[in-house]
């Protein structure tokens, strides 16, 4: 099974609204990193939180770490249409990889 | 400043053809990948480089060789085909030391989608 999953897979809000996706995973990290993927293009990072970090922020998005629990969410306030897209989750578990959740798929309705 | 090129953007081979993926990043990173993507999948490391000169097996290297051509080029190659290969293919590097930890964010290039038939 895969180090890092995502949940929900899929996502469908209005626009306006705030969207949360987790991530749980199953061994110990040095950090945890969230990508987001429009259709048809190649993965783009959005925000790094190292294992000693609890929670980061950046513009309309916050990530938060709960090492005990091995989980992490993605929160992007007041939604738009171009969030439209897959966000992944990847885990740097010391191993020399960097593994990759499964996504999970927002859309954002006008 | 075009990041991550990766060519060609679409391909269709036969069963048992062979295809060299490119990619070059203009970003003076030092390490580069080979990911696959695939429905359901995520994105899977065929294999990756730490450094110029240096390549190492990731997560599925079966029927795939790579070549680090200079800091700039990390090329793939399929020397036979199969349709088990069919999925899209992303190049990506980061400027850190692959063997130490990923402490910077990964760059990717826009893909290359492959059909075997």
């Known amino acids: 099974s895969q180090q890092g999953e995502e949940d929900p897979q899929a996502l469908s809000i209005q626009e306006g609204e705030n969207a949360t996706m987790n991530c749980s995973y199953k061994?110990?990290?040095?950090?945890l990193q969230w990508y987001r993927q429009n259709s048809g293009r190649g993965l783009v990072h959005l925000i790094l939180?190292?294992?000693?970090?609890r929670e980061k922020h950046s513009g309309r998005l916050r990530v938060t770490l709960d090492t005990s629990k091995k989980s992490s969410s993605l929160l992007i306030t007041a939604s738009r249409a171009a969030d439209t897209a897959s966000y992944f989750c990847?885990?740097?578990?010391?191993?020399?990889?960097?593994?990759f959740g499964q996504g999970t798929r927002l859309t954002i309705n006008p | 400043n075009a990041g991550v090129t990766q060519t060609p953007k679409f391909q269709v081979l036969k069963t048992g053809q062979s295809m060299t993926l490119q990619c070059a990043q203009d970003?003076?990173?030092?390490?580069m990948y080979w990911y696959r993507q695939d429905p359901g999948m995520g994105l899977r490391l065929i294999y990756y480089?730490?450094?110029?000169?240096?390549?190492d097996k990731g997560e599925v290297p079966n029927g795939y060789n790579v070549s680090r051509l200079n800091k700039r080029e990390f090329s793939l190659r399929l020397e036979s085909a199969a349709p088990s290969q069919t999925s899209v293919y992303f190049c990506?590097?980061?400027?850190?030391?692959?063997?130490?930890?990923?402490?910077?964010?990964?760059?990717f290039g826009n893909g290359t989608r492959l059909t075997v038939t």
């Open positions: 939180i190292r294992s000693n970090e």
């Open positions: 990506a590097s980061m400027s850190g030391w692959a063997r130490r930890s990923y402490n910077s964010p990964l760059h």
């Open positions: 970003m003076n990173h030092n390490s």
């Open positions: 990847a885990t740097d578990t010391g191993a020399q990889k960097l593994v």
């Open positions: 061994t110990s990290i040095n950090n």
């Open positions: 480089s730490a450094s110029e000169g240096t390549t």
